[in-house]
Structure formats: C-alpha cells, structure tokens
T-cell receptor
Framework: DAKTTQPPSMDCAEGRAANLPCNHSTISGNEYVYWYRQIHSQGPQYIIHGLKNNETNEMASLIITEDRKSSTLILPHATLRDTAVYYCIVRPGGTGNQFYFGTGTSLTVIP | NAGVTQTPKFQVLKTGQSMTLQCAQDMNHNSMYWYRQDPGMGLRLIYYSASEGTTDKGEVPNGYNVSRLNKREFSLRLESAAPSQTSVYFC?????????????FGAGTRLSVL
C-alpha cells in the first residue's frame, strides 16, 4: 500500500512556486517522507526527504507538519522542465526496505 | 560515472519466450531493486536485494526470478513471458546510509510481449 494520498494533477505558472501536497496520516515515528519525480518516461529522480524537520536543497523545499500527517513539496520557481509526475513516499530508514510508489501528482508547468 | 545501467533498452518477445534483463551499478551500493511500471500507474516492486547474496520478494514477484550476481549486478529473468508482463522495467540501487537510503534509477527497459 502506498500509505500516501496526493492530488492526481496540478497546474502551475512558469516562474511561480509550485506547492505539491501529500497526506500521510498513518505515518509511523520511524518513517521518513521522500519525494521523487519522473519526467516523461525516464527513471524516477530523487528530490528531497525528511523525518520531521523542514528541509531544503538546491531543487526544492520540504515542509512537514508538526504532527507529521502531511507534507508539502515546494518548487520555488517552477520551469517548464519541472513538468513531471511527483511521488510522495513514506518508509522506514534503512537499506532494503521497500518503496511504495502510488500514482503521484502530475504537475504541468504552463508558460 | 554511469550510475545505474540497464540493458537492453527495448525488447519485443513472443509469448512463452524467456529473457534476462540486466542491471549494473557503479556506485558501490549494497541494495538493488527491480520495479515494473504499467501505463498510467506508479512503480511496483518486483524483487529486491538488500545486500550481495540475498534476494527478497516485493509486491509483484510472480513470473519473475532474480540473481544478485555480485555487488554490481542484479538481473531479472522472465522464464516464460506473458502479455501481462508487457511493461517498463526499472532497476534501482541504494547505498549504505541508513537515514538517507536514496534510490537511484536506471533509464528503464521497455518490454512488449506479443
């Protein structure tokens, strides 16, 4: 089971921030939140992950609510190349544990 | 640095034929994974190998076998291909860090079974 709920699709204007929500109300204390994206039919690409603190890297920011039941991925200045399917995944840390990909959110960046 | 390399990129099989999908990683990762992705769906885990010498079933293992040949290579075999196995297959690997465990994916193998 994917353990996460995401909207099936979203649009965002080029240059604006894209805010992609994810609900993970059954998350356990040892589970991390990961975000991946898949551009066209390429292999998924890691974006960011976090446990309970907000995280930022060169690609995006991850905001996790205090109760950890939901999170938001923020692409601060969306470009056309950010058009992709975005997957939110929760899983325990540690190698060998399975990633469960749901159907994700299809983000379209509009010129 | 090639990352995760999958071969072949495309393959067409007839029902009942067998084939092996190859995957190699050059990042010295312990764990490797095989996923399939059907049109309009997310990835589903077929098998994974947490470390060299071990393999475990994932969500959809039926009809497949795997071999962790060495630390670099993890192959997926279809003994008797069926049309239901038409899909895009992705291999991934992940490293030692318990906290990060980021998976890196190959470009995929597009398989059609007629």
């Amino acid at each position: 089971d994917a353990k996460t709920t995401q909207p099936p699709s979203m649009d965002c204007a080029e240059g604006r921030a894209a805010n992609l929500p994810c609900n993970h109300s059954t998350i356990s204390g040892n589970e991390y939140v990961y975000w991946y994206r898949q551009i066209h039919s390429q292999g998924p690409q890691y974006i960011i992950h976090g446990l309970k603190n907000n995280e930022t890297n060169e690609m995006a920011s991850l905001i996790i609510t205090e109760d950890r039941k939901s999170s938001t991925l923020i692409l601060p200045h969306a470009t056309l190349r950010d058009t992709a399917v975005y997957y939110c995944i929760v899983r325990p840390g540690g190698t060998g544990n399975q990633f469960y990909f749901g159907t994700g959110t299809s983000l379209t960046v509009i010129p | 640095n090639a990352g995760v390399t999958q071969t072949p990129k495309f393959q067409v099989l007839k029902t009942g034929q067998s084939m092996t999908l190859q995957c190699a990683q050059d990042m010295n990762h312990n764990s490797m994974y095989w996923y399939r992705q059907d049109p309009g769906m997310g990835l589903r885990l077929i098998y994974y190998s947490a470390s060299e010498g071990t393999t475990d079933k994932g969500e959809v293992p039926n009809g497949y076998n795997v071999s962790r040949l060495n630390k670099r290579e993890f192959s997926l075999r279809l003994e008797s291909a069926a049309p239901s196995q038409t899909s895009v297959y992705f291999c991934a690997s992940s490293g030692r860090s318990l906290a990060k465990n980021i998976q890196y994916f190959g470009a995929g193998t597009r398989l059609s079974v007629l």
